[in-house]
C-alpha cells in the first residue's frame, strides 16, 4: 500500500464550473509482493486527457512519472501546463508528424479518445501514417479505454471477456473495430497492448450527487438509462488503480472489463445519492429527484438499453485489483465525505 501524500490538481468541470470537492489523496493499493507502480524513468503519454485521462496523470505525476497529453483546444492546453503537464494541442483527425514523435519518445501510451460519428477512431484513419511514425520508438505498454457497450443488450445476463460481442448502437460498433484496429497496431509496433472496456464512469465532480444537486431536469436519453435493469460502473480512481496494476504485471490476455461488483439500476443509484445529499446538506433538495409522478412516466419510455452485468473477474485474478469502491454505495459516500457546501456559493457575500 502506498499512500500518497501529494494532493491532487482542481477538476476543471464543464461550462465553465466550479467544482466543489476538495483536493483528494490517492489511495493506490498493491499485493506486498509487488514492486511500486513508481518510475524513475516513466514517461507516460496521454492521448486524450479528459476526466480519466487527468486523474490518471496526477497520479502518475506524484510518482515521479513525467506525463504528457494531447487536448483539442488552446485554452484545454493552459488549463493542464498550469496543472503541471506537458500538454499539446492536437487534432486526431489530421495528427501531426511532430507531436506523434513526441509521443513515440514516451515508454508509456494511454488513448483515451472517443470514435467520431460516422468517421470511427480518428486516429486509426491514419493508422499507416500512424504505425510508420511510432515505429521505432520506445513505447512499451500501450492501453485503449474502451467500453463495455461493445457486448450489447445481453438480456441481464452476466457477461466476461469471451461472451459473443453483439454490439447494436454505431458507437458501440466504432468502440470495437477500434479495440480490434489498436490491439493491431500494437503487435505490428511489437508493444504489449490491451483493452480496458470500461462501465460507467464517475468521480469527484461527475457523479450522481453532482445531478442531484444541479436539479437540472433529465434528458430522454438520460430517462431512459434510468430505467436500465442494470447498469455496470466503476469509480475513476478504481481505473487508475487498474491501469497502474497493469503496468506492474503484463498479462497474456489483452481485454479487461474494469467495474465494480454491483451492476445496480440508475434508479436505485440515484435515490441513494438523494439521500445522502439531503443528509449532509438538509433543506436544499427543493424537490425528490424521483418522483412517483416521474418514475412512472420512466416506466412508459423504458427502451432497452444494453442491459447486462459485467463480470470484473478477470481484473481482480490477473490484475490483482482490489477495488477501491466495490459498490456504487462506497463510491458516492467517499464523494460526499469530501465534498463542501456547495450551496453556500449562492448565498450573499459568498
Known sequence: MCHLPRQLPAINLRYGLISPFRPLLVRCNMPQNTESVECANGQMFILGMGFVGQFFAADLKSKGWVVSGSCTTVEKKTKLEEMGFHAYAF????PQPEILDIMKNHTHLLVSIPPVKGLGDPMLC???????RLKDGKIQWLTYLSSTSVYGDCGGAWVDEDYPIRPTSEPARARLAAEEEWLCLGRDLGIAAQ??????IYGPGRSAIDTIIKQEPHSKGQKMRLCKQYTSRVHVADIC???NASILKRSPWEVFNIVDDD???RMEVFMWAQNLVEQKFPGHVKQPTMSPEREESLVLDKVSRGDKRVSNARMKKELGV???HPTYRSGLQSII??????YLQNLPGS
Open 126 to 132: 491514419h493508422k499507416e501514417f500512424v504505425r510508420r
Open 91 to 94: 487534432d486526431a483527425n489530421d
Open 263 to 265: 451492476p445496480a439500476p
Open 322 to 324: 482490489k477495488l477501491f
Open 195 to 200: 483493452i480496458f472496456r470500461l462501465g460507467g
Open 337 to 342: 465525505d469530501h465534498m463542501d457546501n456547495p
Open 241 to 243: 488503480q487498474a491501469l
